[in-house]
């Protein structure tokens, strides 16, 4: 090596080791990834093996790819947020040559050059000093290490990513596959459709969720999917007895993907203090921005300035992101559920639906608010604001450990259905799926949609309650109802009495709203030159 590449070589690591100054002082700390990977070890069955890898980085345009967003098990796991990394974690202790060790994390290599194109990379080195591992390799060492997975009496991964490319982390998935004489992946679309059945406890439901599974089987060329005869039996016989069956038949024949989220889900469904820590900072957060966006929205906003006032409010708190792309929709467009477009030019006199939670520090918040942008709900807005706000009061009371989650759903459902009959909206209450078509409530966490195995609440989960009625034009009911959508979504953290919301500091009464919407922000007062 001449001395110009090393001198460079240098100068490169110097500047990444500079620019590590004023980072935030709050991420989960290693000990915590540690206690986790012990606590997941203790539940593994014996003489077992773990194997968890990075997500895939995903294109945006050409050679650009999106902003990277970790693999949310690595991550809880080992800290981890890089891709093309590997972890695993036996469950007894492991003996090669004079190492003992039962966990071992494979990592990208150093690349001071491509460092100063793309950032800053831990490499093994900084694997064992910043995340506390005792063996870290860069990830070129897997295919000599000597691993017999063969020797495993059980092997648990998820299902492998379907865009790995072809570069280091397929490699990483082959060369695991190969040691492991994996044969034929995990078809993902199975492995989904079973999972939806196999803690299905609502038979009254049942129609609905296999509906859902003959229409994603419509939308595939997947032939195993098509054809796969557990799910064939219950689109069949959509009955209780089938449902039994098949949930045994799921149960006595796990794939390894169900068998390693079953251990995973138990655990990260239930939140530590570090993590409500960082949770509710999310949801605070989120909340502060929510009252900020009321006090600055007018009719002459474009559903993408809002968008972006929730942006600012949550970067100025330093969040990384979005837990999810971002739902600001305007009358009609507040009907879809997950309208995303957000590129109405004028939300008008209508109500705006705003579901929009930030990530912090990985942890996501899920709120969602519905307010009126000139200030005043009409009366038929009124009216169903109150009817879905209601709803959520309701379920409030039964939020509690040991509550069964399906009765939420049947909580909410009841509440509804008698308030749209009331309205006239509906002649019977089993018409109120026509209006509300979404479940109630999901688990919080790293994913927004929260990976979660157990039927009843638990102390320390976090769930959300988020009732709604989404009317289109067109539907059978007075016009005067046509275009009025209503969500009204809170987060909830479980306690053994009751629950703590903890998404609180966003208005939620009607008369709370209308008197904050009253209120003048600064940020009205920002005037831009037109364009040209």
Not at 320 to 325: F, L, N, S, V
Not at 341 to 347: D, L
Not at 378 to 390: D, T
Not at 421 to 439: A, P
Request: charged fraction near 25%.
């Amino acid at each position: 090596m001449n001395k110009y590449i090393i001198g460079l070589w240098l100068f490169v690591l110097s500047i990444n080791a500079n620019a590590q100054h004023n980072l935030p002082g709050d991420f989960l700390s290693k000990e915590f990834h540690a206690g986790r990977r012990e606590a997941f070890r203790q539940k593994m069955p014996e003489n077992s093996v773990a194997v968890i890898f990075s997500f895939p980085e995903r294109v945006f345009s050409n050679d650009v790819t999106y902003s990277y967003h970790p693999n949310p098990d690595l991550y809880y796991l080992s800290g981890y947020k890089e891709p093309d990394g590997m972890l695993i974690i036996f469950k007894e202790m492991q003996k090669n040559g004079d190492r003992s060790y039962n966990e071992l994390i494979f990592v990208r290599s150093r690349n001071p050059l491509l460092e100063q194109w793309t950032g800053r990379r831990l490499g093994a080195d900084g694997a064992k000093k910043d995340l506390g591992f005792a063996y870290a390799f860069n990830t070129e060492k897997f295919k000599t290490f000597e691993i017999d997975f063969k020797g495993f009496k059980s092997i648990q991964y998820d299902i492998f990513p379907d865009d790995a490319g072809s570069g280091t982390l397929q490699s990483l998935i082959n060369t695991f596959s190969k040691k492991a004489e994996i044969k034929k992946r995990e078809n993902k679309y199975i492995i989904q459709a079973h999972n939806l059945l196999a803690n299905f406890t609502s038979p009254t439901n049942l129609a609905n969720r296999v509906s859902r599974i003959k229409a994603s089987m419509a939308n595939t060329e997947d032939s195993d999917y098509r054809n796969d005869p557990i799910l064939n039996q219950i689109i069949q016989n959509p009955d209780e007895a089938t449902l039994a069956m098949v949930q045994k038949k799921i149960k006595e024949d796990p794939a390894p993907s169900q068998e390693y989220n079953k251990l995973i889900s138990s655990l990260r469904e239930i939140k530590t203090p570090e993590e409500l820590v960082l949770l509710r900072k999310s949801i605070q957060l989120s909340a502060i921005a929510h009252k900020e966006v009321m006090k600055a929205i007018t009719p002459a906003m474009s559903e993408s300035e809002i968008t972006g006032i929730f942006h600012y409010v949550h970067k100025r708190y330093g969040a990384m992101d979005e837990g999810y792309p971002p739902i600001v929709g305007s009358g009609g467009n507040g009907c879809i559920l997950h309208y995303i477009e957000n590129n109405a030019t004028k939300v008008d006199n209508q109500l705006v639906l705003m579901d929009v939670g930030s990530e912090y520090h990985g942890y996501s918040a899920d709120i969602t608010r519905t307010v009126p942008a000139n200030g005043k709900f009409s009366p038929e807005q009124k009216a169903i604001y109150q009817l879905v706000y209601k709803a959520q009061e309701e379920v409030f009371k039964i939020v509690k450990e040991g509550t069964p989650f399906q009765d939420l759903n049947v909580k909410t459902t009841e509440v509804l259905a008698q308030g749209l009959l009331e309205l006239g909206i509906i002649k019977e209450k089993k018409d109120v799926s026509r209006y509300y078509i979404h479940g109630v409530s999901h688990h919080l966490g790293l994913d927004v949609h929260d990976k979660n195995i157990t039927p009843v609440l638990k102390e320390n989960m976090v769930i959300t309650v988020e009732p709604g009625i989404y009317i289109p034009k067109g539907s059978p009911c007075d016009p005067k109802w046509w275009d009025i959508a209503v969500r009204i979504e809170d987060d909830l953290l479980i306690g053994k009495s009751g629950n703590e919301n903890l998404s609180v500091a966003a208005p939620r009464k009607l008369e709370d709203i209308e008197a904050t919407l009253a209120q003048k922000s600064a940020l009205n007062n920002l005037i831009l030159p037109k364009l040209k």
